[in-house]
């Protein structure tokens, strides 16, 4: 486009204006006029190519960092992006972005939050982003049944009520490790014959929290697909920018899975040009890995 562009002189330029009649509109003072529709259109779809090359070559801390006061500044706030932020990234990830935080904006990630976000949603989400989670194997046997009846039990007795205001439902999922929590997930799908993500379906701060932690494909694939149509494509960017290096492969069968269609597809259907390219470029590049 850019070589195209330079090698074009005023007579391309007009006749490329005057043939363009979808973009362009006779004016009444004879000069070829940018439709305002298009126009920014257009603004929006370069805008999109910006913001994924810049978090493509930014470094994943600061990355990071701005997406979480993103998270809280947007109204309404976007408490899953918050999550996933403290959710999907390992425990170093994650305090390299807080310490990035600390360093553009002189206060810390916990603090932000604790000041933003008010009741029981203050309370779990300070939790998350505080938390230096365990990264090894091990496990406690002993303790994953106890926990599994701890979390049914929560759920299944005045629910919302009960859930929101049990300490130790905030203990298990702000301090334990992802095995630890992905073997209490297995326990209460053979022991209650229901996911736990599925019997939080009314709670979505808790639903986004299990599903962040124990399946993050799930967790990607759906915040791609349901968020309004003003984030869809900064949802869209950020995840396949932020996991291409990651679990691409994985949200990318498990996109194919859920919807009966491949995400470059999706890709393709959402997006135009070189952004689109781009994305397309990324998720074939994570795939391959």
Sequence with gaps: MLEILVKCNPADLTTFRKNSTYIFLDDEYCFEKWDPFHMKSLEIKFLHFQRAVIQRTMHPWERDALLVRKSLEEKPPLYN????????????EFLGARKAFQCLYSESV???????????????LVALVS???YEGMRINEAAIKLECQKLARAIKTDHRNKIENDDEVLR?????????LKTIHKCYKEDYDSNLEE???DIQILRDTVNCLCAPPIYF?????????????EALTRVIVTRTDVDM?????????????PLIERIEAAALGNYRDFLVALVKSGMAN
Excluded: N
């Design 81 to 92: 992006l918050l999550i996933e932020l403290a959710c999907t990234r390992t425990s170093d």
């Design 110 to 124: 916990e603090e932000f939050v604790a000041v933003k976000v008010q009741g029981f949603q203050r309370r779990l």
């Design 131 to 133: 938390t230096y989670r």
């Design 172 to 180: 298990i999922l702000t301090t334990r490790s992802k095995h630890h």
């Design 199 to 201: 019997d939080l379906d």
């Design 221 to 233: 694939d759906t915040a791609m697909s349901i968020c309004p149509a003003e984030q869809e494509m």
């Design 249 to 261: 492969k994985d949200i990318a069968a498990e996109f194919d899975r859920k919807y009966g269609a």
